[in-house]
C-alpha cells in the first residue's frame, strides 16, 4: 500500500490493522533524525464491550523480564536502550580512533 502526499511524493505504507478511510480522521508525518519518515493515521473507532470473567488481573514490572502476568508467563525486556547504544558506540569508536591518528602524526 502507498499513499501520496503533496511536497512528499509516494510514501509506503505498513498497515497493521485494517480500516476504513471513513474513519481517518486526520494524518500524522513524523520524520525521525534518522530520515525515516513514519505515517499515522488515528481512528476513531467504537469500543466493544469485553465480557465479565470477575478475575483478578495483575502484572510486575521488571528490568529482566519487562512483564508478569498473574498467570506466570513472562514478556522479555527489549533492552531498547542497550541495542540504540550499540548503534552510537560504533560510529563513535571510529570517530574518536581516526582524530587520535590525527593528533599522533602532528606530535611526530
Known amino acids: 500500500m502507498a499513499i501520496m502526499l503533496s511536497y512528499l511524493g509516494v510514501l509506503k505504507v505498513l498497515?497493521?490493522?485494517?480500516?476504513?478511510l471513513d474513519e481517518i480522521k486526520r494524518i500524522i508525518v513524523k520524520l525521525e533524525q534518522s530520515e525515516r519518515m513514519y505515517v499515522s493515521f488515528p481512528v476513531e473507532r467504537e469500543n466493544s464491550?469485553?465480557?465479565?470473567?470477575?478475575k483478578v488481573v495483575a502484572t510486575d514490572l521488571g528490568i529482566?523480564?519487562?512483564?508478569?502476568?498473574l498467570d506466570g508467563e513472562y514478556v522479555?525486556?527489549?533492552r531498547l536502550y542497550e541495542r540504540a547504544l550499540e548503534r552510537v558506540k560504533a560510529p563513535h569508536y571510529s570517530l574518536g580512533m581516526s582524530?587520535?591518528?590525527i593528533t599522533d602524526s602532528r606530535r611526530r
Open 76 to 78: 522479555s525486556n527489549p
Open 15 to 20: 498497515v497493521r490493522e485494517n480500516f476504513s
Open 64 to 69: 529482566e523480564k519487562l512483564l508478569t502476568t
Open 99 to 101: 582524530s587520535s591518528k
Open 49 to 54: 464491550e469485553l465480557p465479565e470473567t470477575n
